[in-house]
């Protein structure tokens, strides 16, 4: 089974606008860490954000939000204010405590188009 | 430079060729990994480090080999290059202490299979 699932292949977006990108992960670990990558097309992964399994409030850094619905197994990672900039593909990885090796298992990623 | 570099960025081999994909370090980090990109599949971990000398192997090893002599220094071997490993390799690190560490990665090399 795959541990993170992107259902999103691409999205579109216009600017300005807010976007939300979906994700959901599953684990049976009840400790783990949830991330969102940005890849612009120049190729370099560029970390967003992270939201820990135990944290509370919903993890916001900047534009970038993650919407952490613990039940559903989801970690929606919402844009606001979406730029030309923010054009790129979007991963989102999962690490796990009990595995020990600390690696991040990824999605298939989201490749997001904003719209002048 | 302080960060997290990688050699070469593009490489063109043939099948059958041996292949050394670099990776450095200037963090000090304990733990360093190799993932490839393949379209469909997002990144995949081949192998990782826990420390130098202590490797093991990820979703995807077969036909690689890592050493990790020196802490800041992960090098990926290709044995014998096959066109099923066209692909992006990164090279990403991370610290121990913190679950919320994020990884580091490295620029990615483009390696090409003829």
């Known amino acids: 089974a795959q541990k993170i699932t992107q259902t999103q292949p691409g999205m579109f977006v216009q600017e300005k606008e807010a976007v939300t990108l979906d994700c959901t992960y599953d684990?049976?670990?009840?400790?783990?860490?949830l991330f969102w990558y940005k890849q612009p097309s120049s190729g370099e992964m560029i970390f967003l954000i992270y939201q820990g399994s135990y944290d509370q409030q919903n993890a916001t850094e900047g534009r970038y939000s993650l919407n952490f619905q613990k039940a559903r197994k989801s970690a929606n990672l919402v844009i606001s204010a979406s730029q030309l900039g923010d054009s790129a593909m979007y991963f989102c990885?999962?690490?796990?405590?009990?595995?020990?090796?600390?690696?991040?298992?990824f999605g298939t990623g989201t490749r997001l188009t904003v719209i002048p | 430079d302080a960060g997290i570099t990688q050699s070469p960025r593009y490489k063109i081999t043939e099948t059958g060729r041996q292949v050394t994909l670099m990776c450095h370090q200037t963090?000090?980090?304990?733990?360093m990994f190799w993932y490839r990109q393949d379209l469909g599949h997002g990144l995949r971990l081949i192998y990782y480090s826990a420390a130098a000398d202590i490797t093991d192997k990820g979703e995807v090893p077969d036909g690689y080999v890592v050493s990790r002599s020196k802490t800041e220094n992960f090098p990926l071997t290709l044995e014998s290059a096959t066109r099923s490993q066209t692909s992006v390799y990164f090279c990403a690190s991370t610290e121990l202490g913190s679950f919320a560490y994020e990884q580091y990665f490295g620029p990615g090399t483009r390696l090409t299979v003829t």
């Open positions: 963090w000090s980090h304990s733990y």
């Open positions: 684990t049976s670990d009840p400790s783990y860490g």
């Open positions: 990885a999962m690490r796990e405590q009990e595995t020990g090796a600390n690696n991040l298992f």
